[in-house]
């Protein structure tokens, strides 16, 4: 598995309990994933973390936070992970290992994928290029929400040419509708789905 890489989408403390956009289930995913990682990171070339990092209001993210009316948590969301703050830092329970890499998403845009951010201390580097340096021909993805972030990030993994696979134990979503057709859509694209027990 050394041609892989695991991808760990926004596992932050606004998309966990207690959070300004708190997915159920969130907490328990940073400690799974911590887990995970303590028994498997050796198989991985390369261990990604990706968060959002969103500029503060009045700045809407390009539409991103609703503002006017309530948000509909398809398109438009309260405001979460804004830079800098508490909200966008990683989950404490959340460990991981020396040497990841860290990508920021959603500065002033309405990212969702990981390879749409900025790989920190690699300006002017994509993330699929960073992945390909590396030798990374397949990546496991993991994190929050899998019917948003998880789900974009898998799709562009696709995309860039890489195998993909959702560990889908390892993730929770927003809402069962959405991730039913996110799961679907991932099938169509030849994501693979299975859990981190398989």
């Known amino acids: 598995m050394r041609n892989r890489a695991l991808l760990v989408v926004d596992i932050q403390n606004d998309f966990c309990e207690g959070g300004a956009l708190a997915v159920s289930g969130g907490s328990d995913v940073a400690r799974d994933v911590s887990a995970y990682l303590r028994d498997h990171a050796h198989r991985y ?20 936070f609703a503002t006017g009316a309530d948000p509909d948590y398809v398109t438009t969301w309260p405001v979460h992970c804004v830079a800098g703050t508490p909200g966008a830092e990683y989950h404490p329970a959340l460990q991981l290992p020396a ?22 201390g690699a300006p002017g580097e ?26 974009a990030t898998a799709t562009d993994a ?10 889908l134990d390892l993730t929770a979503a927003v809402a069962s509708p959405t991730t039913l057709r996110a799961v679907a859509r991932l099938a169509q694209q030849g994501v693979g789905l299975t859990t981190s027990t398989a």
Do not use: I, M
């Open 45 to 64: 070339v390369a261990v990604v973390a990706t968060r959002d990092w969103h500029a503060p209001l009045p700045d809407t993210n390009d539409g991103h």
């Open 99 to 120: 040497g990841t890499l860290h990508v920021r998403k959603g500065q002033g845009r309405q990212d969702y994928s990981g390879f749409e951010g900025e790989v920190v």
């Open 126 to 151: 994509t993330l699929a290029a960073v992945l390909a340096a590396a030798g990374v021909t397949e990546v496991d993805v993991v994190g929050l929400a899998t019917d948003h972030c998880v789900a």
């Open 158 to 167: 696709r995309a860039a040419g890489l195998a993909a696979t959702v560990l």
